[in-house]
């Protein structure tokens, strides 16, 4: 089977034995594998559903690490042929956000800039800044990931302002009692 060719334009049996025999080749991309599945339209949605399972012995561990890569994605991929409503969306994408948080306090992540929070897309096709990598926080970056828990900065700020004028204000002479 040729490499070069790519994974949206592969047949089902063809991605089933790339799967199995991944670790003979050492050019697999699982994020492309997996949104290949969303992409490919030589596959039915049963399809795809078994191709997600059987990719799932072999890439559990980078599967969900797309949590934190790529979040619409891996909501894609979870629910490829299943019917849900507002509530069982709502209800994954609370537990995808506890997850990211998860990975981030396990792995001892400190920055949430990379993924797809770290390019610029905002779904114009015409956008001279589309795929540009931005700042997390800039104008141009089109989401950020946050979480409940989350301090906010100008707090932190106000709180260091008011710490410093309390220091220039201390006299040591006086008499504390």
């Not at 490499?3 to 047949?11: G, P, V």
């Not at 997996?34 to 795809?48: G, I, M, V």
């Not at 905002?122 to 946050?146: K, T």
Request: hydrophobic share 30%; proline share 2%.
């Amino acid at each position: 089977m040729q490499e070069e060719k790519k994974y949206r334009d592969l047949t089902f049996d063809e991605l089933k034995v790339l799967v199995q025999n991944h670790k003979k080749s050492t050019a697999i991309n699982t994020l492309g594998f997996y949104r290949s599945l969303l992409e490919n339209d030589n596959l039915t949605k049963e399809q795809a559903r078994q191709l997600r399972d059987i990719a799932h012995e072999h890439f559990q561990k980078q599967f969900n690490f797309l949590q934190l890569k790529d979040p619409s994605t891996y909501f894609k991929v979870t629910m490829i042929g299943q019917e849900y409503t507002k509530g069982d969306e709502q209800n994954l994408w609370r537990q995808i956000v506890k997850n990211q948080q998860d990975i981030l306090r396990d792995k001892r992540i400190k920055h949430r800039n990379f993924g797809t929070y770290s390019i610029h897309d905002c779904g114009y096709d015409w956008c001279p800044y589309n795929g540009m990598m931005v700042q997390q926080g800039s104008a141009l970056a089109e989401g950020s990931m946050h979480f409940n828990s989350d301090r906010p900065k100008a707090s932190r700020q106000q709180k260091s302002k008011r710490n410093k004028i309390e220091r220039k204000q201390f006299d040591p002479r006086k008499d504390i009692r």
